[in-house]
């Protein structure tokens, strides 16, 4: 059996493990335009801020691939699929057959068309290559605008403000982190960005990088003011990366259309990670959800399935643990809801600087939302993912002292695995 991966992040390395588990001796050869073996994404923020060093960057062991007999092509890019006769077309010409063809191209940044986006000193920031780029600049530069207030832009704030570098936030949205959090919980990382000096710029956004020639002396906004910088940093957000496939039979939505074995409609064709349209815990319903632990999930399925295994995937829950400048924020499933449907309990407490925020549903817990005091962020999770009716104790979600002794007996004793004495 030839099994081919295109793309070798955490959907990848869950696919290998899942094809290994079921077939030891297999082909399995691994397409990437990138020329680095596996490594976390989520660390390039710390890369830049030189909190982790190149060696701790790697997601497996360099011994990775040849424990597993995979053959890599690294640094190599595919241009075309040809699927009536199982082909991967590179940009070098090579042709990969494939009895079974796994879709891990991930997401790329999605860059509006601004005027001066041809300047040196423009960046996105979604690669380890990102990172470096502007690692070898920080000692060159002064002031950096940042695009974008979602995670992304964060990040990257952070490292370049660890960097002491002054930074602008510029968000098109009434606030930072706009889809993961609510206004009190952004309020909350504003006043912690401006603390430690971070412009932030609300309800506006570039329209136009600014300079003579490729030299980046500053920006436009929308309302017409002007920022200098020397460096801007587009980081808007990701979109599926489905060049591959557009224009083929492959159903795409917004991302690729897979069922919960990751199956997409062709036959022996699968995609995983960032760029699947994959079931959603929640609503059932299928969602691009681009975070890390749910691309390894998405990739072992498919790799199970390749392989002639049995693994279902059972839905992606929107999650993020994350900190801005020391201040710890855990958002959970549906977090930032609201509308008539929905049930908010909140608590604020600004002399710990802590916030915690549930939603429910029909008496079920379907989001929770922790910024400072985070600690039993993980029993909330619980309850989100099994789905818990809580009616009969939902007067102590908002308990400081909450967790499996504020169940009710039943739960309680499921949950800690003891029977009754």
Not at 71 to 88: N, S, Y
Not at 101 to 122: E, H, I, R, S
Not at 168 to 176: C, F, G, I, T
Not at 265 to 283: C, I, Q, T
């Amino acid at each position: 059996m030839r099994y081919v991966i295109i793309g070798n992040s955490a959907a990848a390395v869950g696919a290998i493990e899942g094809i290994r588990s079921c077939d030891k001796d297999g082909e399995i050869t691994v397409i990437s335009n990138e020329s680095y073996r596996a490594y976390s994404r989520p660390l390039i923020s710390y890369f830049l801020a030189r909190e982790v060093d190149a060696g701790r960057m790697f997601y497996r062991d360099k011994n990775f691939y040849e424990k597993n007999k995979v053959r890599t092509m690294l640094g190599k890019k595919a241009v075309a699929l040809d699927l009536e006769k199982k082909a991967v077309l590179l940009e070098d010409k090579q042709k990969v057959s494939y009895d079974k063809l796994l879709m891990a191209t991930g997401g790329n940044p999605f860059v509006p068309p601004l005027k001066g986006l041809d300047k040196d000193n423009v960046f996105t920031f979604t690669t380890w290559d990102d990172a470096k780029k502007l690692d070898k600049l920080v000692d060159q530069i002064k002031k950096v605008v940042v695009i974008g207030g979602g995670l992304i832009g964060m990040k990257a704030t952070e490292a370049l403000q660890a960097r002491g570098l002054k930074v602008v936030v510029v968000e098109l949205a009434d606030r930072v982190l706009s889809l993961a959090l609510d206004k009190k919980a952004s309020d909350m990382v504003e006043e912690q960005l401006r603390k430690v000096g971070v412009e932030v710029i609300t309800d506006n956004t570039v329209t136009e990088i600014t300079g003579p020639d490729r030299k980046v002396k500053g920006v436009i906004l929308k309302d017409g003011s002007a920022i200098e910088c020397d460096a801007v940093i587009v980081a808007i957000g990701v979109k599926p990366n489905t060049e591959l496939v557009d224009g083929t039979e492959i159903d795409v939505n917004r991302g690729i259309v897979v069922d919960d074995n990751m199956r997409t409609n062709v036959p022996d064709v699968y995609a995983a990670g960032d760029v699947a349209e994959a079931p959603e815990l929640l609503s059932e319903e299928n969602r691009v959800i681009p975070i890390w632990p749910g691309a390894y999930s998405q990739g072992n399925v498919a790799g199970y399935h390749m392989a002639g295994g049995e693994k279902e995937y059972l839905g992606a829950l929107p999650m993020n643990s994350i900190e801005f400048f020391g201040l710890p924020t855990i958002s959970v499933g549906m977090s930032n809801a609201g509308g008539k449907e929905f049930e908010v309990l909140s608590k604020y407490d600004p002399k710990e600087k802590s916030y915690k925020r549930i939603v429910l549903k029909d008496d079920v817990v379907v989001g929770a939302l922790f910024i400072g005091a985070i600690d039993r962020a993980g029993i909330y999770t619980g309850l989100i993912k099994e789905k818990a009716d809580v009616k009969n104790f939902k007067e102590e979600l908002l308990s400081d002292n909450f967790g499996y002794v504020s169940f009710p007996k039943k739960l309680r004793i499921k949950k800690l695995q003891v029977t009754e004495v």
